[in-house]
């Protein structure tokens, strides 16, 4: 029997690359925002190594724009983050086999993006491993702190980002990462995709009448994923 070969962490680099593009674009523009709430180069760098979260960073220049305290703007970082202990948990049991401190690793660098590829690799019945991963994170890190530092001596020339939509860019990047996972499927599975993805639109619409938005998000999430497993089983 061919013994099978355990991918390396350059392998993760490379499966990391086709969204680093992604990343730079996204992180420029995150530099950009954050300069404009007047925050300076280093606090922007310090922003990214620490909090690495796009949204979050996002939401925190806008926070400090309309001068939040620190417990809203703490309180708020952390409900928008929340959604890491969802991705964190779905990819568990694929690196059981590995020793604590490279599970921590693992899910210290995870962001939306680096859980789509791996979990696009995993729903393809592709090999995964630590190393891997860890290629995929650092590769993805290195490539939002730079791109941040950019955006924010860029941001010196910019002092109303929102006018060129650099506010958006999130957003637009999560519907183009959306857009390959449905159309790289290949587990048969795209209707129960599709069924999760229009629950999850309906909860949110529902819960934001009654809950902030973070919690909105996370809330129907849960529930949609809760949902498309019952569907699953009673296939």
Excluded at 88 to 101: C, D, G, H, T, V
Excluded at 133 to 157: K, P, R, S
């Amino acid at each position: 029997m061919e013994k099978k070969v355990e991918l390396s962490f350059y392998d993760g680099v490379k499966a990391c690359l086709p969204t680093v593009l992604g990343y730079v674009g996204i992180g420029i523009a995150a530099g950009v925002v954050s300069k404009a709430s007047h925050l300076s180069v280093l606090e922007v760098t310090l922003l990214a190594i620490i909090v690495y979260a796009g949204a979050a960073q996002f939401i925190i220049s806008g926070l400090l724009l309309l001068q939040s305290p620190i417990s809203a703007i703490i309180f708020t970082t952390f409900l928008i983050n929340s959604r890491h202990f969802l991705m964190s948990m779905a990819e568990a049991p694929y690196f059981k086999k590995y020793s604590l401190w490279n599970n921590i690793g693992i899910g210290a660098l995870l962001t939306d993006e680096t859980f789509g590829v791996s979990m696009n690799q995993i729903g393809n019945k592709k090999p995964v491993s630590a190393k891997w991963m860890h290629g995929i994170n650092v590769t993805a890190y290195l490539a939002w702190i730079i791109a941040c530092i950019i955006g924010a001596f860029v941001g010196n020339w910019l002092p109303n980002p929102e006018q060129f939509g650099l506010d958006f860019a999130l957003t637009a990047m999560f519907i183009g990462l959306l857009y390959l996972q449905v159309v790289s499927d290949k587990s048969k599975r795209i209707a129960t995709s599709l069924f999760v993805m229009l629950m999850v639109a309906i909860f949110l619409i529902l819960f934001m009448r009654v809950m902030t938005p973070e919690l909105a998000i996370l809330v129907s999430t849960l529930l949609g994923c809760l949902m498309g497993v019952i569907v699953e089983k009673w296939r």
